[in-house]
């Protein structure tokens, strides 16, 4: 008789619980808030989705750069002068002239000696916080930090010592416990993109210093709209010069994709050879680096459009707080409201209900939010019209009032 063969554990197993629950979800009969299809986008704040003009207030547009002029022609050109992609790592056959632009405009745009351009954002805290942080090594990060800030922490294999969100004196106690000769890397966020809120760098970055830490502070959402220069919130807080590394992605204000790493840490070029996930990748195509460099040099010059986008935030989250909906946080401090609602059913509900109104925003639920934390996210644009922002606060009543999600 023949052996049997053993029964594998099935590798799908471990997400049977998460299975279970969505199906529940979907079986309820609402839409999938993660498989929207963009059938056409006519402008940065609007698209169509299934057949219907919808505005968009869940991108990362914040600065309303995908459909300007000059971006697309920069790409138009560089398409086809260069090809489509570059077929190559970037320590190969992958540094073309655009990538050494693009890393120009960046070094101008910061006033920093080194620029690092990625493939993605998340490659860039992937690869950073995993070269930088190895074995032996602490990183010491803010308990909602971004997923790629976490998985450079496995990467590298580094010890990861969390705190409370925004907590000053839980980092502190935090950095008085570590061995005092261990290496150690603080990370830290501008702006935290589920909440909206933004962190206490000026008090953070000065503490981290003292214990000896170097300091990563990751500007995602911030680019391009905090700070006389718009180099984020190290810079509006009078802070930056003390911040070792700057992460950045051209996935959100910069209007198109790929990150990078700025700094004036003298050895900076070295990491280029040794950080695995800028090394064993492909370069960005010389289309999106073109686009990015012109994208991040109209950016210096975007003074009334951070100005807007300012006020927008600032309408909209005073709008919505009027009409009963329970913001993440007391004022507007970023271009990100979160509107808190009580349980999956309801978020899931008013989003549906938001979207049949002809506006699309991003349901957010752990383990992108904290735990039991279900919110609407709703993201402004510079190029959203005051007009538009109070059409959103119009769709929001009527939404809110459709589901029960106010009175
Ligand atoms: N850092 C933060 C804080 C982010 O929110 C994101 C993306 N949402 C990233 C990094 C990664 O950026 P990218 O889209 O360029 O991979």
Same mark, same amino acid.
């Given at each position: 008789?023949?052996? $049997? ?24 009969? /609402? ?8 059938? $056409? ?61 693009? $890393? ?56 990861? /010592? ?21 290496? *150690? ?13 933004? #962190?206490?760098?000026?008090?953070? /970055? ?83 680096? #073109? ?15 951070? #100005? ?5 935030? *600032? ?15 007391? $004022? ?76």
């Amino acid at each position: 008789m023949e052996a $049997e063969t053993p029964q594998a554990r099935d590798l799908f197993a471990k997400f049977g619980p998460l299975m279970a629950e969505r199906d529940r979800l979907l079986d309820s009969g /609402v839409r999938d808030p993660f498989a929207i299809v963009m059938d $056409e986008v006519k402008s940065p704040t609007e698209a169509v989705i299934d057949g219907k003009d919808t505005i968009l207030l869940g991108t990362y547009n914040y600065m309303g750069m995908t459909f300007d002029p000059d971006v697309i022609q920069a790409g138009k050109d560089a398409l086809e002068k260069f090809g489509a992609g570059t077929t190559g790592s970037r320590v190969l056959n992958g540094t073309y002239v655009g990538h050494m632009a693009c $890393e120009e405009a960046l070094k101008e745009f910061y006033g920093m000696d080194h620029a690092m351009v990625f493939s993605t954002g998340y490659q860039a805290n992937l690869g950073i916080v995993s070269t930088l942080a190895g074995k032996g090594d602490y990183v010491i990060l803010d308990a909602d930090s971004h997923a790629s800030i976490y998985d450079g922490c496995f990467l590298g294999n580094a010890e990861i /010592v969390r705190f409370r969100h925004n907590n000053v004196e839980n980092l502190e106690k935090r950095l008085q416990r570590l061995p005092p000769e261990a290496g *150690k890397l603080v990370v830290l966020e501008g702006v935290y993109s589920m909440l909206g809120d933004i #962190a206490p760098l000026d008090v953070m /970055v000065p503490l981290a210093k003292q214990y000896g830490a170097m300091v990563l502070v990751d500007e995602a959402h911030s680019m391009g709209f905090f700070g006389e220069q718009g180099r984020g919130v190290a810079e509006a807080q009078g802070v930056i010069d003390d911040v070792d590394f700057i992460i950045g992605t051209f996935s959100k204000s910069v209007g198109t994709v790929g990150g990078f790493c700025v700094s004036n840490h003298a050895k900076t070029e070295f990491l280029r050879l040794v950080c695995r996930p800028y090394t064993f990748t492909a370069s960005l195509p010389p289309s999106v680096v #073109a686009t990015a460099s012109t994208s991040i040099r109209k950016l210096m010059h975007a003074g009334n459009k951070r #100005a807007h986008l300012w006020e927008n935030s *600032k309408r909209l989250h005073r709008g919505l707080r009027d009409l009963g909906f329970k913001l993440a946080t007391d $004022e507007p401090e970023s271009a990100i409201l979160a509107v808190l609602l009580p349980d999956q059913d309801t978020a899931v509900r008013m989003w549906q209900s938001l979207l049949e109104h002809g506006l699309y925003v991003n349901m957010a639920r752990p383990p992108a939010t904290p735990a039991g934390v279900y919110l609407l996210r709703c993201s402004l644009c510079a190029e959203h019209t005051t007009e538009q922002v109070e059409q959103i606060l119009g769709m929001f009543a009527a939404a809110g009032r459709a589901t029960g999600a106010i009175d």
